[in-house]
């Protein structure tokens, strides 16, 4: 289940909070970052046992609902979502009670944001199209519970309250983690029944080793990537760059240096993305130049073996004061004038074209 966007996002954390803190000690600091990485885990399983909370309030409420309706003589209600095919089978999975059984606090503990949740499930429209609905097949059962999920767990300000209050380790996990949480709902069979396969913490042993890699060469080699950085930053202060852009970049050229099988692209676009979550609006195209700079002359100078695509093309004088006289007007060009520049790129071609041959003509 952690992948290497995740991982990714731990290191920068970790890099930032290493060089924060007075005391800088390397083994204490890889010990931080696989604990921060099985938290996510934790919070995984902590997702999955919500659904399994929130269908045993449902659960309840329908019994009491039953026994009122017993002694009104009225129709007895629904037992439909509080006995959803996945939710009882996830219930039962021996995978997720194991997790449980280990844990101090469950959601019980916190039966006031399920009732909350309970009650916004009822009153949704996904709730009440799918207790009209005939269909009681278990993909029924299963994808409404992936659209409740979407929809109202997903992004719910009072659960990330919640699960922020239980480890501060959260905050930035809910994210990534959903996604995984989404992938688990749609890869329930009814076939496996309570031995279906939750996702494992790790894909594999090659990405717990690229954690623990990338986040010593980070570290262990700063001065060089640093070096690297301050002779790419030509114009520019490099002691006044943002503290959180140097932490990106550091990382972002460990991981070229250090994994030849991650092309330079992938890196960079990575960590492009990262600098703009958490560092300044302007980091992003700030490092995505520095980064393909510094890569340019790693590969250069021989101290990294990797393809590089072609730098892009200047644009010519008269481009860019088209571009500037746009900008001042606060307005993008019309068709009409992006097809008038086309043409006039065509024509200053032909023209040179032109003007070659009659030199060649002429000798």
Not at 8 to 17: D, F, G, N, W
Not at 27 to 41: G, I, M, P, R, V
Not at 149 to 161: F, K, M, V
Request: glycine content about 2%.
């Amino acid at each position: 289940m952690i992948n290497r966007e995740l991982i990714r996002i731990k290191i920068v954390q970790l890099t930032y909070a290493y060089y924060q803190n007075g005391n800088r000690n390397m083994d204490n600091a890889e010990k931080e970052l696989l604990f921060s990485l099985a938290k996510a885990y934790d919070l995984y399983n902590y997702l999955l046992a919500l659904i399994v909370s929130v269908t045993q309030e449902e659960r309840h409420r329908v019994e009491i609902a039953a026994n009122r309706a017993t002694r009104e003589g009225t129709e007895a209600p629904s037992q439909r979502f509080a006995y959803n095919k996945f939710a009882v089978q996830l219930e039962e999975n021996k995978q997720l009670n194991l997790f449980m059984e280990n844990q101090k606090r469950r959601w019980e503990d916190d039966m006031e944001a399920v009732r909350k949740l309970c009650d916004q499930i009822e009153q949704s429209t996904i709730y009440k199209e799918y207790m009209a609905s005939e269909d009681d097949s278990y993909d029924v059962d299963r994808e409404v519970w992936r659209k409740i999920y979407r929809t109202l767990i997903q992004e719910n300000p009072d659960l990330d309250a919640v699960l922020e209050e239980r480890s501060l380790y959260w905050n930035d996990d809910k994210e990534v983690v959903d996604t995984f949480v989404i992938k688990t709902i749609k890869r329930f069979d009814p076939e496996n029944k309570a031995d279906q396969e939750l996702l494992p913490e790790y894909r594999d042993e090659e990405d717990r080793e690229f954690a623990v890699k990338l986040f010593r060469a980070t570290i262990l080699n700063a001065d060089v990537y640093q070096r690297y950085m301050s002779e790419a930053s030509r114009n520019w202060d490099f002691s006044r760059l943002a503290y959180m852009d140097v932490v990106i970049m550091q990382i972002a050229i460990a991981e070229m240096l250090t994994f030849p099988n991650i092309p330079v692209s992938v890196t960079i676009n990575e960590y492009v993305d990262l600098a703009k979550l958490y560092s300044t609006p302007r980091s992003g195209g700030y490092i995505n130049g520095m980064l393909d700079t510094i890569a340019r002359h790693l590969v250069q100078t021989g101290k990294m073996m990797k393809a590089m695509p072609e730098p892009r093309q200047r644009r010519n004088r008269d481009d860019r004061q088209e571009e500037r006289y746009f900008r001042r007007e606060g307005r993008r060009p019309t068709v009409a004038e992006t097809s008038a520049q086309r043409l006039a790129e065509r024509q200053r071609t032909e023209e040179v074209q032109a003007e070659n041959l009659e030199n060649d003509n002429a000798e």
